[in-house]
């Protein structure tokens, strides 16, 4: 009893800081435990852009911008101490780079008015912006994922997949399931066998999955993991010489650490993708100045160009272009976290616009709307080569299979709208 | 004087008393006793229920008026509700000490001629049983604890369970004749019979009437405004005047709660839980109970126990003072709430004196610094000065005037004299009736208009009025130079060091003084440990060396201290011993309520005064023990004498004549 | 006065001095208050009492094994040959010389009789033939051990698992043994066929005893110097014969009166005030 | 030292066997529940409920039904995480399934369910004992997870297998979805760990708590003096299993308002629970409270102070988050293994004896 | 005089009764090994049946026998008249038959008085929700059993440790609260697997007047096992004398005492 009392005055001595003007962004991050891998690079290409522009810019609409960073260890536990923790502090955003967590703040932002952005993560239908009024989950969500690997083997195959054996190697969670629905339904579409194998938190133990796989010979894999389990997973492809070209893993399957393990055996699997690849952009000599060698990097600052470096790199500038969205909307610089709804509502990237950024083709072009805010669903392919240690793009930011995500998105909103008495907005 | 009055408020018995209270207060709790883990509780209807059955039962024993019932046991509702049931039914009940050997307790029986016995359990029967052998004069045995009674000859022996039920069954053919009984109770009818243990001769009966007992209670009680919410716990020997007065006389007169220990062994946890409201002690349980204090604290951390000592110096300054009602600073104020929080409330509660109002110590001297350490503490502790032939009240300290050196002014309705040599005489309605058969001695202690000689030898204070006691008269003596031998005051100033337990000082008609002393087994044996002295019995550490230089240490402190007093530099020990074994009741060597019989141990020990006297270095003695069962045993040691450096009195006694 | 009354040897060196030890449980339960004692090389020291007087307790206080039941030494010493033995464990102990023999036996269940014997040399390096060596030594001490070698110790009777135990104790060769409670739940032959052993290894081995037992009989016939405990302090001390004449030992300890054995059928509910004078 | 005992004895049974026989403990009893029920409703915030006093409320109940089987009953238990998931299921079915009945009831019934389901799997503690036995629940725990996970019909076929709250309400009061308030959902975990610890409280000083502990000292001697082990060893599993359920479906439905059951439910969550049972000492309700405290408490304070005091980075402090629970939980077994609540009687006998040390 | 089925009157005056429990051609084997072999005795209402013998005589499995933790593999178990099937021992239990054990088997993680408490059981009759209520039934019922468990405190003179756990006690006093335990049942039959054990005289002397008192005052019949011959001699009606499984020898103390065969197997001496 006399400890919680002790914590509790902590606690409120700890909720009365000082109010300054400036934008706070949370960064949930997850520095540690099983995900810790592709934790680190996102939190510090996240925090890393914002120091950016606080350095370079003083700010955002001379707003200096401030990170708060709070380890959440992908723990959906510790997830909700941080919302709770943070969203105080005058929260405009949160990207808690978690399916599970997403899960958990949906209704809890949409109660407190603060958005939720889940790129290319969290809950796909939450692309819904009429049932999802703070949720975002663009530029791209995992049926976009499913549909464009399905849309790359079409075309691998002459646009018949019909008779083809296709393995879903997931996480079996909230994250790992997501893509299920979507790959169920093109395969009554496009007429291939689907065979499911769940992997367990944390991953490492894929040996039967593996075997079945060896077993029935699919024609593809398909990936949906993340953290330690793309490594065991693409060293256990290797492992029973499942050719690596006919493995593909969803983004969050495709970074460095996830293949370099299995070394040259590794060259010629596949991912998926919705930003840039390395560091040859323009922004990346401004980090570099302002940031990195100015020591102000996060993290060990070793991360600059990684695949997942450069996602959290996106999320915040997409992120920053919204504050920027909502400055100009409500005619303040000192937005709160409804104008970054709005914000986030009424973004629009053009190349034109990341071009200006310094980060041309970095992501696709796309706009957000009231009804849709998942943006295009625009997806990448790109593929891993051992020798150069690089990952090379084999196909650009293309359509996805719009009509069925798009029904499968309205289906599974509609229940979440009827579960909890959400009226549609937009009308 | 009271003698024409008729009873105070109209009643002139304990039985009328009880009814009183059964109708006034029916249900406030009148008993209560630790059995079975909890406070089993007697109201007062209750309470008079169930004496009311003893007493029937007491008729269909066939009790007469005027017999005698002795009560033999621990403090038990059961017991006291015996001796008021006695005097319902006319007899008149004889509490005895139940800790008293076979032999003992023949010749007061016999003394009182007591047809019927209460005890308390087997091994009080199977003493009477002994006794009877040779009396022949109990008709009946009750006892109140059934186990291992059950292969006895029922004949003449009965459970009180038992007796109380057939009087209850039978109560439609007693029921008139106990009314009667009752009302024929008159307020000058004996009330109680108590055996003193004198320190000289034989026990004798005091008998005290209900007019001695009733007014007794009724001045002490207003004089401490006690009420009907008093809790008292009730360990002290029945036998004793001040349990009786105080667990009947008082009680029943204010109607407050007697509670009574589960067994000696757990009397200090049920004072706690209880935690009286109303107490009384004589000082070697305030001793006793310091003693433990202080080595309990030596075991303590540093931290508590610089704490502890810090306080207890505060509480020394202003504690006493703040409980006599005089002017303290603020600050000590503060700091005294403070000491009390940290130190006195909890060493309070621990003691059991957490709710201590008021209380009393008395039968012999006690320590100044013991009595200042408990009334520092706040605990509202006095001395008075009584005895069985005064109903115990001859003085009190008034509140706000208590002193460590003297015991009060007179009670309420008591005359005091001191005549020519010094002895204290009293009057009071207090005073007994008689001497149970022995008119000599009552004679030679009542006089024709009712003053009594205490034996005690004091002087009233000038100025405050209050009585200060020098010593009991007859031992009083001269040595053989003609000064004055005082032994109490020379042995109370040793007793006053936790190490030592019990003093006798020798020298009346010799040219200097001796000592045997007990050494506190607790507190040497707690140093001993602390000083990593390895001793397996009380024998061996008796006789350790450094025990001895301890104990000649504190000698040479106290005659230095008595050298300074004129008319005693006389007393000064110069001699001692530490006696092998402890003065022991069983032994005859005390009496019941522990004082030193002088003459029998004396008498019993002259070998080791021999040797005292006549400069060898040690001593070898056998000493005979006895045994409850009256069984003897006997222990032998060789006794190192110590010499103890005097202070050299010459110059005194020039300067003084 | 303790080397004056050892009736074996006057001169004998003081092994085992237990100095003045208090000993706390929990923190706040004072179970001994002072305990002295000594154990002279070749004697048989026992400690008697009653249930709860510490004879355990100090047992454990000497073997170290108090802190598994949450008790410490809070004062006092115990040194053994002249070193304070409040830093080594039981383990250390053992490689001393001085091992603990405990109540309720304690056999490795599932170990075979011999293998629980040569558990007892476990702390030994001095090669397999001295073990066989002392196996034999303790076989020819326990003969009924050697019929059932092979049995499970758990399968065995109480007084075989006594022997066990005591024959495991004897493997690693000690000086001192302490021997805690060895007549509990025996049949009274059986009793008289340990302490025999006892008595054998104490003056063919030289091996030193500390013993507590509640048997006072038949402590008192084997043992050279008893102390008696109570209430966590020793009471009385001294040679064992003189103990058995003391008239309280006898009352209270041997169930003898004046008039020989009582019987258990006239027991009193009441008892003689111990007078330990 | 606060203890003032003189004048508080027993006349009866009744006051000798109640909760708290001192006087004192009963106060301070009643002040903790007057603080609980009449001042914190008033003054706590979103912070305060959904990340210290939610969880630690529910993870009491968790640890107080735990202790019951593994403190009380001597029956080891790795399962905890599985039960709780039954109760968080049990609940989101019935919630789904019944919108417009009162919470209340729902928790209520998930943990008679959970009761139930712990029944079954309680059934082979008859033949098997200790680590068997904890092999045994832990594939419960397995097998449990693996079930929610594999029939979509326990998440109502949705797309992501994860369940989430709807709101729903006690007489009006919304408890569970994004709109609750901060004391409603307080509140209502409050008076579910009240009665749960009254219950269990009551359970324990009674004949049934006496079976248990009697099979768990010793299962002979149990039977000897007429304990039938069958009996005694279910309902501890039922009884337990009734806590943990009613822990699960608050889990779930009024603290994270989603649930994933493999992350949630898992393994760590049986091992959390039963560290919190170990930690605040076997066989104690208070020491369930404290080990709930200890385990949801340490960590939010380490990093309120890591973090937000002294400015070190998120990861170094989770690091070192780890290494400080781990070493005080192994600091713990070794220099108290009967845990908090052992520290807690001894501070208390120290302050009733004070200021004497024995 | 042990013939008559009617009972018998013993030395000191008390009247024994019918047969209560009988053994009839008791065989128990563990494997190979048998433990009893072809035994038969009876044990008789009211009276102190001794049961005596060298370590490993089987005198423990007989009373696990007995209390149902072995069945035999050959005879019956008679009791009150009829044949008993093979039963749990908490099924004896409930029959009115209650134990103690050589090495003790208390609850060493409860108090004193809970110990004695669960010897109680039979007695409670309120379930488990009025249990959780507590008020009312629950409670009520506490009270009186554990007024019943106080009488039986007080009768075994253990107050004083009445709320300390077990596990703090000496052996001696460990043995008081397991009879406790078993009285608190208040049993038809009563079996105590060596109760003097690990006791010095003065408690041994206790320990006999609680036997003792326990068999006269509530009438309980008395099994015991124990090897101090004083106490065996002392206390017991009848005597059953065990070696290697077999019955040797079955009789009053005298008679047992004055057996050739029981001296050569067990006595020894003559023990006085």
């Known amino acids: 009893m006399k400890t919680k009392l002790a914590t509790l005055a902590l606690g409120a001595l700890m909720a009365a800081g000082p109010a300054l003007a400036d934008l706070v962004i949370p960064d949930l991050s997850y520095r540690t435990g099983p995900y810790a891998a592709g934790g680190i690079p996102f939190s510090d290409g996240y925090n890393d852009y914002f120091t950016l522009l606080n350095e370079r810019d003083g700010g955002i609409g001379g707003v200096p911008v401030r990170v708060i960073e709070c380890e959440t260890g992908y723990n959906t536990e510790k997830g909700v101490e941080c919302y709770e923790s943070t969203k105080g502090e005058g929260a405009?955003?949160?990207?808690?780079?978690?399916?599970?967590?997403?899960?958990?703040?949906?209704?809890?932002?949409?109660?407190?008015?603060?958005?939720?952005?889940?790129?290319?993560?969290?809950?796909?239908?939450?692309?819904?912006?009429?049932?999802f009024s703070n949720v975002f989950n663009y530029p791209a969500n995992y049926w976009n994922g499913a549909s464009g690997a399905i849309n790359y083997l079409l075309d691998e195959n002459g646009g018949d997949l019909s008779g083809k054996k296709i393995a879903l190697v997931y996480h079996n969670s909230a994250y790992g399931k997501e893509p299920i629905r979507t790959l169920e339904t093109l395969a009554e579409k496009h007429g291939y066998d689907l065979t499911l194998l769940p992997v367990d938190h944390p991953g490492q133990e894929q040996k039967s999955q593996w075997l079945q796989i060896r077993r029935e010979k699919p024609d593809y894999v398909v990936m949906w993991g993340w953290g330690v389990m793309n490594q065991v997973a693409v060293q256990e492809a290797a492992n029973i010489r499942f050719p690596m070209e006919n493995f593909i893993g969803v983004w969050w399957s495709g970074a460095e650490f996830d293949v370099e393990p299995a070394g040259d055996k590794a060259t010629g699997y596949k991912a998926l993708t919705f930003t840039g690849l390395g560091d040859d952009y323009p922004v990346y000599d401004d980090l570099r100045k302002y940031v990195a060698d100015a020591g102000k990097a996060a993290g060990a600052g070793d991360q600059l160009g990684s695949v997942q470096y450069n996602r959290g790199l996106y999320a915040a500038m997409l992120a920053s272009e919204a504050i920027k969205t909502a400055q100009g909307i409500h005619g303040v610089a000192d937005i709160d976290a409804s104008m970054m709804r709005d914000g986030m509502e009424a973004l629009e990237m053009t190349n034109a616009k990341m071009d200006a950024l310094g980060m041309a083709g970095f992501g696709p072009e796309f706009s957000v709307s009231c009804e849709n805010h998942g943006g295009p669903g625009l997806v990448g392919v790109v593929q891993w080569d051992a020798s150069t240690g690089t990952w090379n793009k084999l196909q650009d930011f293309k359509p996805t299979d719009a009509e069925v995500i798009g029904a499968l998105i309205a289906e599974d909103s509609a229940a979440y709208a009827a579960e909890n008495n959400i009226s549609e907005r937009c009308n | 004087m009271a003698q024409t009055q008729s009873g105070a408020e109209g009643v002139h018995s304990l039985p009328a008393?009880?009814?009183?209270?059964?109708?006034?207060?029916?249900?406030?709790?009148?008993?209560?006793?630790?059995?079975?883990?909890?406070?089993?509780?007697?109201?007062?209807?209750?309470?008079?229920?169930?004496?009311?059955?003893?007493?029937?039962?007491?008729?269909?024993?066939?009790?007469?008026?005027?017999?005698?019932?002795?009560?033999?046991?621990?403090?038990?509702?059961?017991?006291?509700?015996?001796?008021?049931?006695?005097?319902?039914?006319?007899?008149?009940?004889?509490?005895?000490?139940?800790?008293?050997?076979?032999?003992?307790?023949?010749?007061?029986?016999?003394?009182?001629?007591?047809?019927?016995?209460?005890?308390?359990?087997?091994?009080?029967?199977?003493?009477?049983?002994?006794?009877?052998?040779n009396l022949h004069q109990v008709k009946h045995i009750l006892y109140t604890d059934k186990r291992g009674m059950r292969k006895y000859d029922h004949s003449q022996m009965n459970a009180l369970d038992d007796i109380m039920a057939e009087g209850s069954a039978g109560h439609a053919r007693f029921d008139a004749e106990l009314d009667k009984r009752i009302a024929a109770i008159t307020y000058d009818d004996t009330c109680v019979m108590l055996y003193t243990s004198g320190t000289t001769g034989k026990p004798k009966g005091v008998v005290l009437s209900n007019r001695n007992v009733i007014e007794s209670a009724k001045n002490s009680a207003e004089f401490d405004h006690l009420t009907r919410n008093e809790d008292i716990l009730s360990y002290l020997p029945m036998a004793w005047v001040g349990d009786f007065i105080f667990s009947i006389g008082q009680a029943y007169w204010c109607g407050f709660c007697v509670n009574c220990p589960e067994s000696a062994d757990t009397m200090m946890t049920d004072l706690?839980?209880?935690?009286?409201?109303?107490?009384?002690?004589?000082?070697?349980?305030?001793?006793?109970?310091?003693?433990?204090?202080?080595?309990?604290?030596?075991?303590?951390?540093?931290?508590?126990?610089?704490?502890?000592?810090?306080?207890?110096?505060?509480a020394k300054k202003v504690g006493g003072l703040l409980l006599d009602g005089k002017s303290v600073g603020f600050a000590d104020r503060m700091k005294y709430a403070l000491g009390n929080l940290m130190v006195y409330g909890p060493l309070k509660d621990t003691l059991g004196y957490g709710r201590f109002r008021v209380g009393y110590t008395a039968g012999e001297a006690i320590g100044p610094e013991i009595f200042d350490f408990y009334r520092s503490l706040g605990i509202n502790l006095k001395q008075l000065y009584g005895q069985t032939e005064a109903t115990v009240f001859i003085t009190v300290q008034p509140d706000g005037e208590v002193r460590a050196d003297t015991v009060g002014v007179p009670a309420p309705d008591v005359e005091l004299k001191i005549d020519d040599s010094g002895e204290i005489h009293y009057r009071s309605p207090g005073v007994f009736v008689e001497y149970y058969n022995n008119p000599d001695s009552t004679a030679s202690t009542k006089d024709a208009e009712g003053w009594v000689a205490t034996g005690d030898a004091g002087f009233i204070e000038e100025g405050s009025g209050h009585l200060r006691i020098i010593d009991r008269a007859k031992d009083v003596g001269k040595m053989a130079d003609g000064s004055m031998f005082a032994p109490?005051?020379?042995?109370?100033?040793?007793?006053?060091y936790p190490d030592i337990l019990e003093v006798v000082l020798f020298g009346n008609g010799k040219d200097r003084c001796v000592a045997f002393i007990n050494i506190d087994l607790t507190a040497v044996g707690n140093w001993a440990e602390r000083n990593n002295v390895a001793y397996a019995s009380y024998q061996e550490l008796a006789g350790h060396p450094r025990v001895l230089e301890t104990i000649r240490a504190h000698v040479e402190a106290v005659n230095k201290s008595v050298a300074a007093d004129e008319m005693l530099s006389g007393c000064q020990v110069h001699r001692f011993v530490v006696l092998h074994k402890e003065l022991d009741a069983d032994d005859g060597e005390m009496t019941r309520t522990r004082k030193v019989r002088r003459g029998f141990v004396e008498e019993k020990f002259s070998?080791?005064?021999?040797?005292?006297?006549?400069?060898?270095?040690?001593?070898?003695?056998?000493?005979?023990?006895?045994?409850?069962?009256?069984?003897?045993?006997?222990?032998?040691?060789?006794?190192?004498?110590?010499?103890a450096p005097v202070v050299p009195v010459a110059q005194h006694k020039v300067a003084a004549e | 006065m303790l080397d004056a009354a050892q009736t074996t040897d006057v001169q004998a060196e003081t092994l085992l001095e237990v100095n003045n030890i208090e000993v706390i449980y929990n923190h706040v339960i004072l179970v001994l208050k002072g305990v002295s004692l000594t154990v002279p090389k070749g004697g048989i020291t026992a400690l008697l009492g009653g249930n709860g007087a510490g004879k355990t307790t100090t047992l454990k206080a000497v073997s170290n094994l108090l802190h598994s039941e949450r008790g410490e030494v809070t004062k006092g010493s115990i040194k053994y040959r002249g070193a304070s033995v409040h830093e080594s464990d039981p383990a250390d102990l053992v490689e001393k010389g001085v091992i603990?023999?405990?109540?309720?036996?304690?056999?490795?269940?599932?170990?075979?009789?011999?293998?629980?014997?040569?558990?007892?040399?476990?702390?030994?390096?001095?090669?397999?033939?001295?073990i066989q060596k002392d196996l034999e030594l303790v076989y020819s001490y326990f003969p009924r051990l050697k019929e059932r070698r092979r049995s499970q110790a758990g399968y065995t009777s109480g007084g075989e698992q006594q022997m066990v135990a005591m024959g495991r104790a004897l493997m690693s060769r000690p000086e001192t043994i302490l021997l805690d409670e060895p007549s509990m739940g025996l049949a009274p032959q059986l009793v008289e066929e340990i302490f025999g052993i006892v008595k054998d290894l104490n003056e063919k081995e030289g091996v030193s005893f500390l013993l507590a037992e509640q048997n006072t009989n038949v402590a008192l016939r084997f043992a050279h110097y008893g102390y008696i405990l109570e209430s966590g302090r020793v009471v009385m001390d001294g040679p064992a014969a003189d103990l058995r004449e003391n008239p309280d030992v006898k009352e209270f300890y041997l169930g003898m009166s004046d008039e020989g054995r009582k019987s258990f059928r006239d027991v009193r509910s009441y008892r003689r005030r111990k007078r330990w004078l | 030292m606060f203890y003032r005992e003189a004048g508080d004895f027993k006349t009866s049974y009744r006051d000798d066997s109640q909760t708290f026989p001192i006087k004192f403990d009963r106060y301070r009893y009643y002040v903790v529940l007057a603080v609980a029920f009449g001042i914190i409703p008033f003054i706590i915030n979103d912070y305060w409920a959904n990340a210290l006093l939610l969880p630690f409320l529910i993870y009491a109940i968790a640890a107080i039904g735990l202790n019951i089987l593994v403190g009380y009953c001597g029956q080891v238990s790795l399962g905890t995480g599985g039960f709780m998931a039954v109760g968080a299921y049990a609940c989101y079915k019935l919630m789904t399934a019944f919108p417009d009945v009162s919470m209340f009831i729902h928790v209520l019934l998930a943990g008679g369910i959970t009761a139930f389901v712990g029944v079954l799997f309680g059934l082979p503690s008859l033949r098997i004992k200790g680590f068997y036995l904890a092999v045994a629940t832990l594939a419960a725990q397995f097998f449990l997870v693996w079930l929610f996970n594999r029939v979509p019909w326990f998440y109502n076929y949705s797309a992501s297998?994860?369940?989430?709250?709807?709101?729903?309400?006690?007489?009006?009061?919304?408890?569970?979805?994004?709109?609750?308030?901060?004391?409603?959902?307080?509140?209502?975990?409050?008076?579910?760990?009240?009665?749960?610890?009254?219950i269990a409280r009551n359970l324990t000083r009674g004949t049934t708590g006496r079976t248990w502990m009697a099979i768990r000292d010793m299962d002979i001697a149990a039977e000897i003096i007429g304990v039938n082990p069958l009996k005694a060893k279910l309902t501890a599993f039922a009884v337990s299993s009734f806590f943990v359920g009613i822990a699960g479906a608050l889990f779930f439905a009024v603290y994270l308002g989603a649930v994933e059951v493999g992350e949630v439910f898992g393994i760590q969550k049986s091992f959390l629970v039963l560290f919190m049972v170990i930690i605040g000492g076997l066989g104690s309700i208070f020491g369930s409270f404290a080990g709930a405290a200890f385990l949801v408490l340490l960590p939010v304070v380490l990093k309120l102070i890591g973090v937000d005091l002294l400015g070190w980075p998120t990861d170094i402090v989770a690091h070192l988050n780890l290494v400080i629970v781990g070493a005080l939980i192994i600091m713990f077994l070794i220099l108290e293994p009967h845990g908090l609540a052992q520290l807690w009687r001894v501070a208390k006998e120290k302050l009733r004896l004070w200021p004497f040390p024995h | 005089m042990l013939d008559s089925s009617e009972g018998y009157v013993t030395e000191d005056g008390r009247k024994i009764g019918g047969v209560v429990m009988e053994m009839k051609n008791i065989t128990l084997r563990f494997g190979g090994v048998v433990a009893i072999k072809d035994i038969s005795f009876d044990i008789r209402e009211g009276e102190i049946r001794a049961i005596i013998g060298p370590n490993g005589a089987g005198k423990s499995s007989m009373l696990n026998v007995i209390s149902g933790f072995y069945v035999p593999q050959e005879g019956e178990v008679w009791f009150h008249g009829a044949k008993r099937p093979p039963m749990r021992p908490y099924e004896v239990a409930q029959q009115g038959i209650a134990r103690t054990f050589q090495n003790i088997a208390l609850f060493e993680g409860m108090s004193v008085l809970d110990n004695v408490m669960t010897g109680r059981l039979s007695f409670m009759k309120t379930n488990i929700f009025q249990q959780a209520l507590w008020k009312g039934k629950a409670e009520a019922e506490e009270g009186e059993n554990r007024e019943a468990v106080e009488k039986i405190i007080d009768f075994l003179e253990i107050q004083h440790i009445r709320k300390t756990p077990v596990s703090r006690l000496p052996y001696g006093l460990k043995k008081r609260v397991e009879l406790a335990r078993a009285l608190a049942a208040e049993p038809k039959l009563l079996l105590l697997d060596e109760p003097m054990a690990g006791m010095n005289v003065e408690e041994k002397e206790d320990m006999s007047r609680f036997i003792l008192d326990v068999n006269d005052e509530f009438g309980t019949t008395i099994a015991l096992i124990e090897h101090d011959m004083g106490v065996v001699m002392d206390l017991s009606d009848r005597v059953v004398v065990m070696d290697y499984g077999r019955k040797i020898g079955d009789g009053t103390p005298d008679e047992v005492r004055n057996n050739q065969e029981v001296i050569d197997a067990y006595l020894g001496v003559s023990h006085d």
């Open chain 1, 92 to 131: 405009l955003v949160y990207q808690p780079l978690s399916t599970g967590i997403t899960y958990q703040l949906i209704p809890k932002v949409t109660a407190d008015g603060i958005p939720l952005h889940t790129m290319g993560y969290g809950r796909t239908s939450a692309a819904n912006g009429k049932v």
């Open chain 2, 17 to 133: 008393l009880l009814h009183r209270n059964a109708t006034q207060f029916g249900d406030a709790p009148a008993y209560r006793e630790k059995e079975f883990g909890i406070w089993q509780c007697w109201s007062w209807a209750e309470t008079a229920k169930e004496i009311r059955a003893i007493a029937l039962g007491f008729l269909e024993l066939g009790v007469e008026k005027g017999d005698h019932i002795a009560v033999i046991g621990r403090n038990r509702p059961a017991h006291y509700w015996s001796m008021v049931a006695a005097q319902m039914v006319g007899a008149v009940p004889v509490p005895l000490y139940q800790d008293s050997v076979a032999e003992e307790m023949a010749y007061v029986l016999e003394h009182c001629g007591a047809k019927y016995v209460v005890c308390g359990d087997q091994e009080q029967v199977d003493k009477v049983i002994e006794i009877q052998e």
């Open chain 2, 272 to 314: 706690r839980e209880i935690g009286p409201t109303y107490f009384f002690a004589p000082p070697r349980v305030f001793e006793t109970q310091l003693t433990n204090v202080m080595i309990r604290m030596e075991d303590a951390g540093k931290f508590k126990q610089r704490m502890f000592h810090h306080f207890m110096a505060h």
């Open chain 4, 161 to 198: 297998g994860q369940i989430n709250a709807p709101e729903r309400d006690v007489f009006g009061i919304i408890v569970t979805g994004p709109n609750a308030s901060a004391w409603a959902t307080y509140l209502f975990c409050l008076i579910f760990l009240t009665v749960s610890a009254i």
């Open chain 2, 488 to 496: 109490k005051y020379v042995e109370n100033k040793l007793k006053f």
């Open chain 2, 607 to 643: 070998d080791i005064i021999a040797a005292l006297y006549d400069g060898s270095g040690s001593v070898s003695t056998t000493t005979e023990v006895t045994y409850e069962d009256g069984r003897k045993g006997s222990i032998s040691a060789t006794l190192e004498i110590v010499d």
């Open chain 3, 100 to 130: 603990q023999v405990m109540e309720g036996r304690h056999c490795f269940e599932h170990l075979t009789v011999e293998e629980n014997l040569l558990t007892g040399a476990y702390t030994r390096k001095d090669g397999n033939a001295a």
